[in-house]
């Protein structure tokens, strides 16, 4: 299975402490460079970095494709992480790709891939047995208290959706 990730949906797990739910749901996550520098490169954010940097699941790759990646960025008006995980999905026929912005999701849904966000990964996190409602509740607030761009409409559906 190939499942490629967005910076977004890895900052938000990691900020909610559940980096590891990735490597439990899919095994492998790949990355591309760019979304890896956007991850490690700011010096006030070193324990994050660590995390990625020490997460032997995580699989930086190099995106070959780099006029693709550049239509994609002025075109579609998507960062440079964005793209290259796009392309690379695109590319290698990935089996999902895990992106939360707005634009990146359009852009992926019209290409045909896969998406899925963060709050969709806890979902199905829960779903397969690997979180409990008590852990998906203390997960969202975490979520909500973060400053996560993630609507309180979405982590109020996907709490109906476990609590069923």
Same mark, same amino acid.
């Given at each position: 299975?190939?499942?490629?990730s967005?910076?977004t949906?890895?900052?938000?797990?990691?900020? &909610? !402490?559940?980096l +590891?739910i990735?490597h439990d #749901?899919?095994?492998?996550?790949?990355i591309p460079? !760019?979304?890896?520098r956007?991850?490690t490169? +700011?010096?006030?954010? &070193?324990?994050?970095?660590?995390q990625? +940097?020490?997460?032997e699941?995580?699989?930086v790759?190099s995106?070959?494709?780099?006029?693709?990646v550049?239509?994609?960025?002025?075109?579609?008006?998507l960062? #440079?992480g964005?793209?290259? !995980?796009?392309?690379?999905a695109?590319e /290698? +026929?990935a089996? #999902? #790709?895990?992106?939360?912005?707005?634009?990146?999701?359009r852009?992926?849904?019209?290409?045909?891939l896969?998406?899925m966000?963060?709050?969709?990964?806890?979902?199905?996190? %829960?779903k397969?047995?690997y979180? /409990?409602?008590?852990?998906?509740e203390?997960i %969202?607030q975490?979520?909500r /208290?973060?400053n996560?761009h993630?609507?309180?409409?979405?982590i109020?559906?996907?709490?109906?959706i476990?609590?069923?």
């Amino acid at each position: 299975m190939i499942v490629v990730s967005d910076s977004t949906p890895l900052i938000t797990l990691m900020k &909610a !402490a559940q980096l +590891n739910i990735l490597h439990d #749901l899919f095994g492998e996550i790949v990355i591309p460079e !760019a979304v890896h520098r956007e991850l490690t490169v +700011n010096p006030a954010y &070193a324990d994050e970095a660590e995390q990625i +940097n020490s997460s032997e699941f995580i699989r930086v790759i190099s995106v070959e494709d780099r006029k693709t990646v550049f239509v994609l960025q002025r075109t579609a008006g998507l960062d #440079l992480g964005e793209s290259e !995980a796009i392309v690379y999905a695109d590319e /290698n +026929n990935a089996d #999902l #790709l895990l992106v939360d912005e707005t634009s990146g999701r359009r852009v992926a849904k019209f290409m045909g891939l896969e998406i899925m966000g963060s709050i969709g990964v806890l979902v199905l996190a %829960f779903k397969k047995g690997y979180l /409990n409602l008590e852990n998906a509740e203390v997960i %969202f607030q975490k979520i909500r /208290n973060s400053n996560r761009h993630i609507s309180e409409k979405l982590i109020k559906d996907a709490l109906d959706i476990i609590r069923r």
